[in-house]
C-alpha cells in the first residue's frame, strides 16, 4: 500500500449516523456468502437507537468517504465470565491485510483498554458457519475456535401438533412495562446451566424488539400457575428478502416445573402463533452443549447453517 493509499483510508468512531450505511454494508457481505442477513436494514438501523455499544465503541474504516469495513469492542458476558465482545465486518475493498490492519489495530487499542479498565483477558468474536471470509483473517490476528457453538435450526411451520393445554397453567403476554423485573428474575433461575445453556437476552435487545412498530404483545410469553410466572418465551420479528420470519430468541422454564410438557406447551403455541401470523419460517438457535436441542429436534425444527454460529477468542 502506498502513502497516496493510506491518504484514501481513514478509521474513526461509528455514530448513529452510520447506521443505514451500515446496514447496507452489512447485507452485501451477507449477500456475497450466499446468506440471508441476521435481520433487515431497517433493523439495524433501529439498534443504533438502543445502547447496544455500552461499555465499548465502535469504529469505521472509510475509502474515500465511503464506508468499507466496520467493527466494535465492548464489555460482555459469556459463560459466566466478562470478556471483551468484539466485531468485524469487512467489505471487499477492506479485505487486504495492509488495509484492515488500520480498522483492527485501533479496535484491539480498545479492547486492551476495556480490558484493563474491566479486568478481562479475553476477546471473543463469533460469525456464521457459513462466513468464509472473516475466519481466516481472525486466525491471521490471533484468534482461535472453541469448541462449543450455537447450533442453529428453522422450522417450516407446515406441520405442527396441536395445542393442548396444560390443567392448572395459563400462557399468557408479558407486560413488559410492568412486569420486567418479574422476568429478569425469572431468567435468572431458568438459566441454571449457564456454561451449557448461555445468558439471558439483555435489557437492550428486549428494548430494540419493543421499539419496533409493529411489536405485538404476544411475542412475549408467561407460562403461569396461577399467577406464578414459572417459564417464559421470547419472539424476535425478523424480516428478510421480503420474507416474515420469526424467532424464538429465548425459551426457559423454572427447574422445578421440568418434565412436564411445560417447554413442550410453549414451544407449540408460540409455533401456532407464528404461523397464524403468516410467517415462512420459524428460527431457533441454542450452544451446541443445551440438552433442550433435543426438544427443539422432536417439535419438528431442522439444523440451518446459515443460523449457527461459530465463536472464536483471544488472549488480551
Request: charged share 20%; net charge neutral; with cysteine.
Amino acid at each position: 500500500m502506498s502513502l497516496g493509499d493510506y491518504q484514501v483510508f481513514k478509521v474513526r468512531p461509528l455514530n448513529n449516523s452510520d447506521a443505514r450505511a451500515i446496514g447496507l454494508l452489512t447485507h452485501q457481505i451477507y449477500a456475497e456468502i450466499g446468506q440471508r442477513p441476521a435481520g433487515s436494514i431497517e433493523k439495524i438501523e433501529r439498534l443504533f437507537n438502543v445502547d447496544w455499544l455500552q461499555n465499548g465503541a465502535g469504529l469505521v474504516l472509510e475509502k474515500s468517504g465511503k464506508i468499507i469495513g466496520y467493527g466494535w469492542a465492548r464489555v460482555s458476558v459469556w459463560h459466566q465470565k466478562d470478556i471483551v465482545n468484539m466485531g468485524l465486518y469487512l467489505g471487499s475493498e477492506a479485505r487486504g491485510k495492509d488495509c484492515y490492519h488500520l480498522l483492527t489495530d485501533e479496535l484491539f487499542t480498545i479492547a486492551q483498554t476495556l480490558a484493563k479498565k474491566f479486568r478481562v483477558n479475553e476477546a471473543m468474536i463469533f460469525y456464521r458457519s457459513t462466513d468464509n471470509i472473516h475466519p481466516p483473517i481472525l486466525m491471521e490476528l490471533g484468534f482461535s475456535l472453541h469448541p462449543i457453538s450455537m447450533l442453529g435450526f428453522q422450522h417450516n411451520l407446515e406441520s405442527l401438533p396441536e395445542y393442548q393445554p396444560i390443567s392448572g397453567i395459563t400462557i399468557t403476554p408479558i407486560d413488559l412495562k410492568r412486569e420486567r423485573q418479574e422476568l429478569s428474575a425469572l431468567a435468572q433461575q431458568v438459566f441454571d446451566d449457564i456454561p451449557n445453556q448461555g445468558e439471558p437476552v439483555s435489557d437492550v435487545y428486549l428494548d430494540w424488539e419493543t421499539s419496533d412498530s409493529r411489536f405485538q404483545p404476544e411475542q412475549f410469553l408467561f407460562a403461569r400457575a396461577g399467577n406464578k410466572p414459572i417459564g417464559y418465551l421470547l419472539i424476535f420479528r425478523d424480516d428478510r428478502n421480503q420474507e416474515l420470519i420469526y424467532e424464538i430468541a429465548e425459551f426457559g422454564v423454572l427447574p422445578q416445573w421440568r418434565h412436564q410438557g411445560i417447554g413442550w406447551a410453549l414451544l407449540v403455541y408460540a409455533l401456532q402463533w407464528i404461523k397464524n401470523q403468516g410467517a415462512k419460517f420459524a428460527l431457533v438457535a441454542s450452544f451446541s452443549s443445551n440438552p433442550v436441542l433435543s426438544l427443539y429436534w422432536r417439535l419438528g425444527f431442522r439444523p440451518d447453517p446459515s443460523r449457527t454460529y461459530n465463536f472464536y477468542f483471544k488472549s488480551l
